[in-house]
């Protein structure tokens, strides 16, 4: 009777302390099990090397500004016709993108791991031991005991290199991609247990980088959150179910992480939605209907054919969590813009990006901006519509027009419009719910 009180009082006390640890730590995953860690990449609990000097507005502003090569690969991917393949990697995905991470493990036991969270790509790649010219934070496969490689006649593999294989023989899958000229990647793919959470999924396949030249070196993985067949989504299974959720912390939260929730457990219960589109030429992509945006109570002029969902240009709306600032098409963000410039008045100047700034002095009365979809209204609370500048009274309109050399038919909703609200994706049911959540 005594040892079974010491027992359960040291059984206590040891599930204090655990608690303890968890509660202290605001890296870790949420306690409920459900949610794996999304840390701003330059947030306090990611590994990765801030900027050394600006503030967190010029932080912003830059990366909005490497958004370009983001929306033209993205533009890129809307507009082909027949996708043959899904290279494990594209080079402006790969090197240059990295707006939030997620914390993961692969292996067994489990290496932590930090993930770029890609909602518009299918694969996973993370960088190998022995790699060269990757940063330190690598994944050793040889020890973790489920760890296993691919031989290349598997179809994972196809998917994964868009190449056939050599004609005789076995070979592992291995890949080499060039980038930006003079630069390439190469590695193999492989596959070993993934950890999100409480969670394993079994057998995840992924690109195990090992070699980098030239270019600059991507300290981090990459976790496709898209729905193609090499997705995680897709390999996860029944497990998940085709839905998940995230809410994005505010880039300025720097000690806080949001969460990433997969499964249909855990998540709201009601929420507000839109039908989620699917374009058979670019299944990755999630599509949605944007039917307008209204300016405090203005509905903006926009030709319906500017917004319109056609799968045979790849015109239409996604919801992207690796872009930072929302673009529209030139004359749906003129439209939107000039709007927008006739309620505030003022003068203007640009920052970055934005065209559309102003002095601060006047913000009360800057106009709440409003997305209309299907069966859904987005009012952006001014978090998400503006972004103040640090070193002088002056606030912007926290959106752009695709870069002027891009041949963009493609609108985009990025991470600054989605901070603080719970994105819900059902693939099963073919929705897109989006609530209200501080997950400062
Ligand atoms: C694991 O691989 C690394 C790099 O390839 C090597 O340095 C190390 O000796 C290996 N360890 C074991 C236990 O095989
Ligand atoms: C990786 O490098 C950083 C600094 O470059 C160092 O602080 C860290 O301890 C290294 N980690 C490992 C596992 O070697
Ligand atoms: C990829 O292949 C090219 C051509 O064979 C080679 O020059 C390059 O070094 C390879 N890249 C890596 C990272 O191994
Ligand atoms: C998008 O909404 C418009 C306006 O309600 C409608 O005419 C159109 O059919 C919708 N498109 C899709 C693909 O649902």
């Given at each position: 009777m005594e040892d079974l009180r010491t027992t359960t009082t040291l059984f206590f006390f040891f599930a204090l302390l655990i608690s303890a640890a968890k509660a202290a730590?605001?890296?870790?995953?949420?306690?409920?099990?459900?949610g794996v860690s999304v840390i701003p990449?330059?947030?306090?609990?990611?590994p990765f090397d801030k900027p050394?000097?600006?503030?967190l507005v010029d932080t912003v502003v830059n990366m909005a500004s490497k958004d370009s090569e983001r929306v033209r690969y993205l533009a890129s991917l809307g507009a082909q016709?027949?996708?043959?393949s899904a290279p494990i990697a594209s080079a402006q995905q790969l090197f240059n993108i990295a707006n939030y991470v997620v914390r993961v493990t692969l292996g067994t036991p489990g290496q932590l791991m930090f993930m770029v969270l890609d909602t518009s790509y299918d694969a996973a790649w993370a960088p190998c031991s022995?790699?060269?010219?990757?940063?330190?934070a690598t994944f050793s496969?040889?020890?973790?005991?489920t760890y296993g490689s691919l031989d290349c006649s598997v179809s994972q593999c196809s998917q994964a290199r868009g190449l056939t294989c050599p004609a005789t023989g076995s070979s592992p899958c291995l890949f080499n991609q060039s980038y930006g000229g003079d630069s390439s990647f190469s590695g193999t793919l492989v596959q070993d247990s993934l950890g999100l959470g409480n969670d394993v999924v079994p057998n995840y396949v992924f690109g195990c980088v090992s070699a980098i030249s030239g270019g600059s070196t991507p300290p981090q993985g990459l976790l496709g959150l898209g729905r193609?067949?090499?997705?995680l989504l897709s390999q996860s299974g029944s497990l998940y179910s085709g839905v998940f959720s995230y809410c994005l912390p505010s880039f300025?939260?720097?000690?806080f992480s949001g969460s990433l929730k997969l499964g249909?457990?855990?998540?709201?219960?009601?929420i507000r939605t839109t039908p989620l589109l699917r374009n058979p030429h670019r299944p990755s992509l999630y599509y949605v209907n944007l039917t307008g945006v209204s300016i405090g109570r203005v509905l903006v002029p926009i030709a319906p054919e500017l917004l319109a969902f056609d799968p045979n240009t790849g015109a239409g709306t996604i919801i992207d969590s690796g872009t930072v600032v929302t673009r529209f098409v030139q004359p749906v963000y003129t439209a939107i813009r000039d709007e927008f410039r006739n309620q505030v008045k003022g003068t203007f100047s640009s920052l970055g990006v934005f065209d559309t700034c102003f002095a601060a002095s006047s913000e009360a009365v800057a106009p709440p901006v409003k997305l209309h979809f299907t069966g859904l209204d987005l009012t952006l609370p001014m978090e998400n519509s503006l972004i103040h500048s640090s070193s002088g009274p002056l606030a912007c309109l926290a959106m752009a027009a695709a870069p002027n050399n891009v041949n963009s038919v493609l609108n985009i909703i990025a991470t600054l419009q989605q901070q603080n609200h719970r994105i819900l994706f059902d693939v099963t049911n073919s929705l897109v719910g989006i609530a209200r959540e501080l997950c400062n």
């Amino acid at each position: 009777m005594e040892d079974l009180r010491t027992t359960t009082t040291l059984f206590f006390f040891f599930a204090l302390l655990i608690s303890a640890a968890k509660a202290a730590d605001p890296c870790a995953s949420q306690s409920d099990g459900s949610g794996v860690s999304v840390i701003p990449i330059y947030g306090k609990c990611s590994p990765f090397d801030k900027p050394k000097t600006g503030s967190l507005v010029d932080t912003v502003v830059n990366m909005a500004s490497k958004d370009s090569e983001r929306v033209r690969y993205l533009a890129s991917l809307g507009a082909q016709k027949k996708v043959t393949s899904a290279p494990i990697a594209s080079a402006q995905q790969l090197f240059n993108i990295a707006n939030y991470v997620v914390r993961v493990t692969l292996g067994t036991p489990g290496q932590l791991m930090f993930m770029v969270l890609d909602t518009s790509y299918d694969a996973a790649w993370a960088p190998c031991s022995g790699c060269a010219g990757c940063s330190n934070a690598t994944f050793s496969p040889n020890t973790s005991s489920t760890y296993g490689s691919l031989d290349c006649s598997v179809s994972q593999c196809s998917q994964a290199r868009g190449l056939t294989c050599p004609a005789t023989g076995s070979s592992p899958c291995l890949f080499n991609q060039s980038y930006g000229g003079d630069s390439s990647f190469s590695g193999t793919l492989v596959q070993d247990s993934l950890g999100l959470g409480n969670d394993v999924v079994p057998n995840y396949v992924f690109g195990c980088v090992s070699a980098i030249s030239g270019g600059s070196t991507p300290p981090q993985g990459l976790l496709g959150l898209g729905r193609g067949p090499l997705s995680l989504l897709s390999q996860s299974g029944s497990l998940y179910s085709g839905v998940f959720s995230y809410c994005l912390p505010s880039f300025k939260s720097y000690y806080f992480s949001g969460s990433l929730k997969l499964g249909p457990s855990g998540q709201p219960k009601i929420i507000r939605t839109t039908p989620l589109l699917r374009n058979p030429h670019r299944p990755s992509l999630y599509y949605v209907n944007l039917t307008g945006v209204s300016i405090g109570r203005v509905l903006v002029p926009i030709a319906p054919e500017l917004l319109a969902f056609d799968p045979n240009t790849g015109a239409g709306t996604i919801i992207d969590s690796g872009t930072v600032v929302t673009r529209f098409v030139q004359p749906v963000y003129t439209a939107i813009r000039d709007e927008f410039r006739n309620q505030v008045k003022g003068t203007f100047s640009s920052l970055g990006v934005f065209d559309t700034c102003f002095a601060a002095s006047s913000e009360a009365v800057a106009p709440p901006v409003k997305l209309h979809f299907t069966g859904l209204d987005l009012t952006l609370p001014m978090e998400n519509s503006l972004i103040h500048s640090s070193s002088g009274p002056l606030a912007c309109l926290a959106m752009a027009a695709a870069p002027n050399n891009v041949n963009s038919v493609l609108n985009i909703i990025a991470t600054l419009q989605q901070q603080n609200h719970r994105i819900l994706f059902d693939v099963t049911n073919s929705l897109v719910g989006i609530a209200r959540e501080l997950c400062n």
